[in-house]
């Protein structure tokens, strides 16, 4: 079955000690985005790719970056992870059709605890 | 600017009702609006889309409304059951391919 998958499931961190959250499709999606979701919050847009192109929100801190390096997977970097940078992490695909109503295929998540 | 609001409260139902979730915006004028479902611990799932000129769409038990002049979006589940039980999240379009969320609303199901 074609999805979106999340590595690891569980994470834990140390406070400052840098980490990464991996995301892979087999959608063959053009669009991937990351979100971070406290509990009880709405999932918070950190940024997406259409293909090649990235795109940050405006008031996502400068300790989260990301790669895609290629159409299948996308990775989170958290480069000094703080006691507020703790949550799930989204990762979600869609098609990414121009002018067209887009539904977005989530991945399981990555719940990160930092310590 | 653009908020999305949804009952924060759990909404508590007896199984065989109708459940019906809220969801209100403000400062926007959406094309479309999804609603998903989210189970704990993972991630939200796609139910059902209904676009700004539509005034209603249904997929089986699930029924979705649209009213662009209340800004508003009510989701209905008929004869709810408990496997029903899960927070549900809706959705609007932003631009550039994304999309906003609002906070969710838990839907608890008692047999």
């Known amino acids: 079955d074609a999805m979106v998958i999340q590595n690891p499931r569980y994470q834990v961190t140390q406070f400052g000690k840098p980490v990464t959250l991996s995301c892979s499709q087999t959608l063959n999606h053009n669009v991937m985005y990351w979100y971070q979701q406290k509990s009880s919050q709405a999932p918070k847009l950190l940024f997406h790719y259409y293909d090649k192109d990235f795109n940050n929100e405006a008031d996502t801190p400068d300790n989260f970056q990301s790669r895609r390096p290629n159409t299948s997977f996308c990775f989170l970097d958290i480069r000094s992870p703080g006691l507020g940078d703790a949550a799930m992490y989204l990762c979600?695909?869609?098609?990414?059709?121009?002018?067209?109503?887009?539904?977005?295929?989530f991945g399981p998540g990555t719940r990160l605890t930092v310590l | 600017s653009q908020k999305i609001e949804q009952n924060s409260e759990a909404l508590n139902i007896q199984e065989g009702k109708t459940a019906t979730l809220t969801c209100n915006y403000t400062n926007y004028s959406p094309a479309y609006l999804q609603w998903y479902r989210q189970d704990p611990g993972r991630g939200p799932v796609f139910l059902l889309l209904?676009?700004?000129?539509?005034k209603e769409k249904r997929k089986e038990r699930l029924k979705v409304t649209f009213d662009t002049t209340l800004k508003q979006s009510l989701f209905h589940i008929t004869a709810s059951q408990p496997a029903d039980s899960a927070t549900y999240l809706c959705a609007l379009d932003a631009a550039g391919n994304k999309l906003t969320f609002g906070g969710g609303t838990r839907v608890l199901v008692k047999p």
């Open positions: 979600a695909t869609s098609r990414g059709h121009s002018g067209r109503a887009n539904e977005q295929f």
């Open positions: 209904i676009r700004e000129n539509e």
